[in-house]
């Protein structure tokens, strides 16, 4: 299969390189054509994901419509800032009906969708959209390390192809037709790590952890189903397994925002010093957003927010959690 990755970072290039070392024919494009020419000339992605040789199947491009040339995918892994743009790139280049997977995790700002809805609403036509989504850090992938994630999609006949197609003895897929469960569980738990990792960092224990953990997959499940979600999705890996390795994974880039936090320090010096994208921060007013439009209680989103707003501080969030009100579960 030819295979166009859109997006090199750590994560695109980590998804690139493990198709690549499976057999197929696979193109990375960037935006920057400096970037593009470093990554073609050291083989490797230096600054993103160092130590990792690129195999002679796998070639950067400037040049998108040289990337999509006999393509047979279109894999999105760049910001959720970038994925509408590139959406339209792809139909600027000839390309709107190729099957789209976006590997992005998160809401638009200010318009709230989810990132399979941003590609339909640019590709009405496109037959063929899903998201690749679940507990995976780019590092471990890299290392051929072994990861299950899930394909998902609402053209369930298209999963069903595309599982077999893609699947390896290191990354195990999974097809699912929730696609907004899918989505929506990888976008949310971004903001639950940035909780857990403020939560660790004030050196609150592993009690409290499993309680954010815990009534954080609570809060997922609950906005999940109001958009129209299945409850089994939030139990299985783009739920509650990427719930786990996000908010207790010392690679997840989400948790380290919260211990910086927990450090004192400002939100922009912790993600200068992280260095990559942490989606979670851009998540979290989308989140409470769209759980107001559901009529959904989200109290550590809301309370997330009010930290970022510097309307509390680290302490008075996990304080503010743990002193609400005694209820029924």
């Not at 609570?218 to 958009?227: G, K």
Request: overall charge negative.
């Amino acid at each position: 299969m030819k295979i166009t990755v859109m997006g090199a970072g750590s994560w695109g290039t980590a998804l690139a390189l493990h198709f690549a070392h499976h057999g197929n024919d696979v193109a990375l494009w960037a935006r920057n054509a400096e970037h593009v020419a470093t990554l073609q000339a050291d083989r490797e992605n230096k600054h993103a994901l160092p130590g990792f040789a690129f195999p002679e199947n796998l070639n950067a491009h400037a040049e998108l419509s040289d990337a999509l040339q006999n393509a047979d995918l279109a894999l999105i892994v760049t910001s959720v800032a970038g994925l509408r743009s590139s959406c339209g790139l792809l139909k600027a280049n000839g390309a709107a009906d190729l099957p789209v997977l976006t590997a992005c995790k998160g809401f638009e700002q200010d318009t709230g969708l989810l990132t399979f809805q941003v590609v339909k609403e640019v590709l009405p036509d496109n037959k063929k959209i899903g998201v690749l989504s679940g507990p995976s850090f780019a590092q471990e992938l890299a290392q051929q390390l072994p990861c299950a994630v899930v394909l998902a999609s609402e053209n369930k006949t298209w999963i069903e192809e595309l599982v077999p197609q893609l699947n390896t003895n290191v990354m195990r897929l999974y097809g699912s037709s929730d696609v907004i469960g899918v989505a929506v569980g990888g976008a949310v738990k971004n903001v639950m790590a940035i909780a857990t990792g403020l939560s660790d960092g004030l050196e609150y224990g592993l009690n409290a952890r499993a309680a954010l953990v815990t009534r954080g997959l609570a809060e997922i499940t609950r906005l999940a189903v109001a958009m129209g979600a299945q409850p089994k999705t939030m139990m299985g890996l783009a739920g509650i397994g990427d719930l786990i390795l996000t908010c207790t994974g010392a690679l997840s880039r989400n948790r380290r925002v919260g211990l910086g936090l927990a450090e004192g320090k400002e939100l922009h010096q912790v993600l200068v010093e992280i260095g990559h994208v942490s989606e979670g921060v851009s998540t979290i007013e989308e989140v409470f957003n769209t759980a107001c439009k559901y009529q959904i209680d989200m109290p550590i989103t809301q309370t997330l927010l009010q930290l970022i707003r510097k309307e509390m501080t680290p302490q008075q969030v996990v304080e503010r959690l743990m002193e609400r009100s005694a209820r029924f579960e």
